[in-house]
C-alpha cells in the first residue's frame, strides 16, 4: 500500500452546543462515508450525547469514533455536569464556560501530538487550534455553522461603518461593498459591533485565526447565495470549500427514527406527532420553533400563543420546558393563556420541549416556519421548500434574516427591531398583532406568498443537486478531500 492509500484521518472539534454538535455530527458522516477516518473530539457528557448516533451509525456501516478530554466544570467555576452551552443559564455562568474551553488547549495540543490526524475541522470558537495544528504541519479547517452572507455582512460592517453614519439607533443603513443593497438598523447590529467588550476581541481572535488557517469549510451549497460565495473568496479572499446542506445527505439511510432523535431525545412520539400532521390539509401548519437556545419571558410566550390563535391557523408549536426544580415541570405555565388549549383544540399542538424538527418540517401539511434564524434552521426549511416568517433574536440571525427576506425573498419578517445578547433580558415584545399580520402575510394565500413558496421549492431542488453526484457540494467535497491526501503525501511540498 502506497502512501497515497492510506486512510486519511480528520479530527472534528465542535463547540458544545445543539446548534453546533448536530451540523458536526452530519460532517462526520459525511467523511466517513468517503472513506476517511473520522474522530469527534469532545467532552465527556456530551460524549455520551453523541453516542447514542455514532452507534446507530455503526450498525449502518457508518465508522465513526469519538474521543473524550476533560471539561474542566470546577475549576472553570461550573456546577457538575454544566458541558454544553444549551445548559448554561446566567451571563456570569456562560463566562465561567469561555473561561473553560480556554482550559481545553492543553489536553487537546497532547491529542494532536499523540495522534497526529491529517486535518483538523474546528469549530470557530477554538481560534487557538490554528496555531496548534500549524506547529505540527496540520492544516486546521474552521467551521462556522453559518453561511457565506452571514460573514460577509458583518466584514462589510466593519470596513465601512455605516451605522456611524445614522441618527438613531432604528433609521435604516445600507451595507456597502456587497453584491446586494441590504439594509439595516444599528439596533440589529450585535453589541460587540458597536462597542468594545469581551466579544469584540473574541471576534478579533476568531477572524485573526480564520484567516490564518487552512480555509473555511461551509454549511451552504453555492446555489443557495453565488454572489456572496464569491464575495467570501475574492473580495474577503478566504479559501472555502461549500458542502452542505449537511442535513440532506442519506436522509433515506439514516431513517426516520434516527431524525426524529436529532441532536436531543425529543418530547413527543414522533408517529403521535405525524398522526396529528396527517390529519391536516397539505401546507396548512405553521410551525413555530426558536431553535435550541434559552426560552422566551412569559410575557412574550402570551404574546405568542394569542397571535397564534387570532391569526385562526392551525400551529405546532415547541416551548422550552419550564423546569422550576430539578427535573420537574411546573404544573402552572403562566406562559399559557387560560383556556388556550381548549379553545384552539385539535388546530394546535404544543410541544413541550425538543421537537423531531427535521420530520416535522418535511410533512406535506406543514405550510410555513416561524424561525428564530438558526442556520440549521434555515437550510433545514429551504431544504423541504417551506416558507419562513423570521424572527431573529441573537448572535447572526438578524444577518440570516436579511439573507431569507432581501435576498432570497422567501420569508416574511415578524419584524424584531432589537438584537439581544444570548442570555440578556429581552425587553421588546413582538406585540400578538404583529405575530398575526405576519402569519396572515405567508399563510392566508395572495400573490406574494405564492411567490415566496414558489422560490423556496426551487431552492430545495437546487439543494438536492448540490449535493448529488457531481453537484457543487459533492463535488467542493471530494476536491477538498483530495486536496487533503496531497497536502498529507507532500506536505511543505504541496503547494497551494
Ligand atoms: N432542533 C430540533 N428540535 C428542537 C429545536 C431544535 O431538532 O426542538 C434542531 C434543529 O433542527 C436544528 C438545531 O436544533 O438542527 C438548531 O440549530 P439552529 O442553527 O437552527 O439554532 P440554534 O439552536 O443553534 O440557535
Known amino acids: 500500500m502506497g502512501p497515497e492509500d492510506r486512510q486519511l484521518h480528520v479530527f472534528l472539534f465542535p463547540f458544545m452546543a445543539h446548534g453546533h454538535m448536530i451540523p458536526f455530527m452530519d460532517m462526520a458522516r459525511q467523511f466517513a462515508l468517503r472513506g476517511v477516518k473520522v474522530t469527534i473530539v469532545t467532552t465527556p457528557l456530551n460524549a455520551i450525547l453523541l453516542s447514542k448516533t455514532v452507534d446507530r451509525d455503526r450498525e449502518l456501516g457508518i465508522e465513526i469514533d469519538i474521543h473524550s478530554i476533560p471539561f474542566p466544570t470546577k475549576e472553570a467555576g461550573l456546577p457538575e ?24 488547549q492543553q489536553p487537546f495540543q497532547k491529542l494532536l501530538e ?7 475541522v474546528a469549530d470557530m470558537f477554538f481560534p487557538w487550534t490554528t ?16 453561511c457565506f452572507f452571514s460573514s460577509c455582512v458583518p ?65 451552504s ?13 475574492k473580495v474577503m479572499g478566504r479559501r472555502a470549500w461549500h458542502i452542505g446542506p449537511l442535513s440532506l445527505y442519506n436522509r433515506e439511510k439514516i431513517g426516520k427514527a434516527a431524525q426524529s432523535r436529532r441532536g436531543n431525545t425529543a418530547s413527543i412520539d414522533e408517529n403521535e406527532c405525524l398522526t396529528w400532521l396527517d390529519s391536516k390539509e397539505p401546507d ?51 406562559w399559557l393563556p387560560q383556556g388556550f388549549e381548549d379553545r384552539v383544540g385539535s388546530k394546535g399542538l404544543i410541544i413541550r420541549g425538543w421537537a423531531p424538527q427535521v420530520l416535522i418540517l418535511q410533512h406535506h401539511a406543514i405550510g410555513g416556519f416561524v424561525t428564530h434564524c438558526g442556520w440549521n434552521s434555515l437550510l433545514e426549511s429551504v431544504c423541504v421548500g417551506v416558507p419562513l416568517i423570521t424572527w431573529p433574536v441573537t448572535a447572526e440571525q438578524f444577518y440570516n434574516e436579511k439573507l431569507v427576506t432581501q435576498v432570497l425573498r422567501i420569508g416574511v419578517p415578524v419584524g424584531v427591531q432589537h438584537w439581544n445578547s444570548w442570555l440578556g433580558k429581552r425587553e421588546h415584545l413582538v406585540k400578538r398583532e404583529e405575530i398575526k399580520k405576519a402569519v396572515t402575510r405567508l399563510m392566508d394565500g395572495g400573490d406574494e406568498a405564492a411567490q415566496m413558496k414558489g422560490r423556496v421549492k426551487e431552492l430545495k431542488e437546487m439543494a438536492k443537486r448540490a449535493i448529488d453526484q457531481n453537484g457543487s457540494s459533492d463535488t467542493d467535497f471530494t476536491s477538498l478531500i483530495n486536496e487533503l491526501k496531497l497536502h498529507r503525501d507532500m506536505g511543505d511540498k504541496f503547494d497551494l
Not at 454544566?82 to 474551553?101: D, G, R, Y
Not at 419571558?297 to 416551548?319: K, N, Y
Open 81 to 104: 455536569g454544566c458541558e454544553n452551552v444549551n445548559s448554561i443559564t446566567t451571563p456570569e455562568l456562560s463566562s465561567n464556560f469561555f473561561k473553560a474551553l480556554n482550559m481545553l
Open 114 to 120: 499523540e495522534h497526529h490526524p491529517d486535518c483538523i
Open 131 to 146: 496555531d496548534f495544528a500549524g506547529k505540527l504541519g496540520i492544516p486546521r479547517l474552521v467551521f462556522h455553522g453559518s
Open 155 to 219: 466584514d462589510s460592517i466593519s470596513r465601512y461603518a455605516p451605522h456611524n453614519n445614522v441618527s438613531s439607533e432604528t433609521e435604516t443603513f445600507v451595507v456597502p461593498g456587497l453584491p446586494d443593497p441590504i439594509e439595516m438598523t444599528k439596533s440589529q447590529l450585535p453589541d460587540h459591533m458597536k462597542i468594545q467588550n469581551d466579544f469584540t476581541r473574541a471576534m478579533e481572535q476568531i477572524k485573526e485565526a480564520e484567516v490564518k488557517s487552512y480555509g473555511v469549510v461551509m454549511n
Open 221 to 233: 451549497f453555492y446555489e443557495l447565495e453565488p454572489a456572496y460565495a464569491e464575495h467570501y473568496r
Open 284 to 334: 396548512s401548519v405553521l410551525y413555530v420553533c426558536f431553535g435550541s437556545g434559552p426560552s422566551f419571558s412569559t410575557d412574550q410566550l402570551v404574546e405568542i400563543a394569542m397571535g397564534l390563535e387570532a391569526s385562526g391557523h392551525a400551529f405546532i408549536w415547541v416551548v422550552r420546558k419550564d423546569e422550576t426544580s430539578a427535573g420537574s415541570v411546573a404544573e402552572v405555565e403562566p
